[in-house]
């Protein structure tokens, strides 16, 4: 599961990490949930290209937005079989630019979040599929991101983590093909951190940096 996430690092980092032509101008976000607007990037004939797209993939055949809310994440054991993904993934790839993600853990009423990073802090991208849907105003966007079973440092708050991309395994990625199995593996916990953070962040409707704020007596 990847319900939550941040990014925000520089625009220079940015472009640097993806090798973007040109500037990139964005906002840092500390809170980005689904329904909202993510940084993707992805292959085109001149090479990678930054592009803002919803999060929530809703196929090229659904009748309305409603199936985007529910299909934010896919899983990669079954990504190339789904209905609504096997299109995407055969097709559409792309990265998902991020430096950290959160989880929940506890009883409904008491529950803690976590925000997971890299040990270094450094910028990563998740591994993404998009679709063009066709509505009444236009054609929109969206995306979703794969998941893979959690390694052991996430696996005490949730079973599922995002699909976590190296810079190496950009390209591999990108490329397409179904031989991506090791890239689904997870990422290995020794590379990354995880703390405690407030409350804060359980709504969408806030932003800053106060959503990743160690709460009192971590680090």
Known sequence: MCGRFTLRAPGAEIARHFGLEGDVDLDPRWNIAPTQEVATVRQREDGL?????????????????????RLINARSETVH????FAK???????LVPTDGF????????????????????ALFSFAGIWECW?????PLETVAILTTRANSLVEPRHPRM??????????????????NEALFQPFPPS????????SRVHSPRNEGPECILALAGEN
């Open 81 to 84: 079989e789904k209905p609504s």
């Open 191 to 198: 590379e990354m951190a995880a703390i405690p953070v407030g």
């Open 102 to 121: 959160f989880e929940w853990s506890g009883e409904k009423g008491a529950r803690q979040a976590w925000f997971f990073h890299l040990g270094d802090h």
């Open 162 to 179: 995002p699909v976590i991309l190296r810079q190496d395994d950009h390209s591999d990625w990108l490329g397409g093909g179904l031989g």
């Open 88 to 94: 995407a993934f055969a097709e559409r790839r792309c």
């Open 49 to 69: 290209a930054l592009t803002s797209m919803r999060w929530g993939l809703v196929p090229s055949w659904a009748p309305d937005l409603a199936r985007g809310a």
């Open 134 to 138: 066709e509505g009444p105003d236009g």
